[in-house]
């Protein structure tokens, strides 16, 4: 018995050796890592909030489905039903109560639109273009929280923050900060991993009717 416990203790306590001397580049390799080699599609319910100050949020609820490298579908059922698309060249939203949907080439969709949905695309350039710093998160040893700064000027956005799972190395929450007021944020729940998405799924046509408008994506 005593040589079991050792035998599972031991591991454990290299674990958390190797993390301790984690930098956040190499968390961010783990992390890169895990959703090129070993995930085709991430499914998680979600909640989003946009904070434009600290008195104005707003918060949406759905479920998204993401299938690397640069599917994703997302369907909000508060506060009102709500459809984002995106088949890897082109992203739809589409809000059936104004019966309007919003296109725009994947192409043209800034960095930092993308970052949340897109993120298992995204994470392939965190090591090039951004400073990454791993934060200790007192009482949350079962989670990192990688702090990504971008190294070029005039970007669009302040820095990325990702809370990681260090266990199944799935993310938790991530936050795009604009300013330190302003910024928006999605927590994962639920995550489930390769349990199929046909393509068909991340492709949209718009009902009969519906105004679509050609404009950037926000």
């Known amino acids: ?36 080699q070993k995930v085709t599609v991430f499914k998680a319910d979600i909640e989003q909030a946009t904070y434009s100050d600290l008195s104005d949020v707003s918060v949406m609820k759905g479920r998204l489905t993401l299938k690397n490298p640069d599917k ?44 949340l949905f897109g993120f298992g695309k995204f994470l392939a350039t965190l090591r090039r273009d951004f400073s990454n710093n791993l934060n200790k998160l007192p009482g949350k040893e079962n989670l990192l929280e990688i702090e ?16 990681v799972d260090r266990e199944v190395w799935l993310p938790v929450k991530i936050t795009v900060y604009y300013t330190e007021t302003s910024f928006v944020y999605v927590n994962f729940f639920n995550p489930k991993t390769n349990t199929g998405a046909a ?20």
């Open 148 to 163: 990504s700064v971008p190294k070029a000027a005039g970007c669009d956005f302040r820095k990325v923050v990702f809370l």
């Open 72 to 115: 994703f579908s997302i369907e909000y059922e508060e506060p009102e039903k709500q459809v984002v698309k995106c088949d890897g060249k082109v992203v739809w939203v589409y809000v059936p109560s104004m019966n309007q949907a919003v296109t725009q080439e994947v192409k043209n969709v800034k960095n930092r639109d993308n970052i």
């Open 199 to 218: 393509d068909s799924l991340f492709e949209f046509t718009p009902p009969e009717g519906t105004t679509i408008v050609e404009a950037p994506l926000k």
């Open 1 to 36: 018995m005593l040589k079991n416990k050792i035998k599972i203790l031991l591991p454990c306590i290299l674990l958390g050796l190797q993390l301790s001397a984690m930098t956040g580049d190499e968390a961010v390799s783990y992390f890169e890592a895990f959703f090129a």
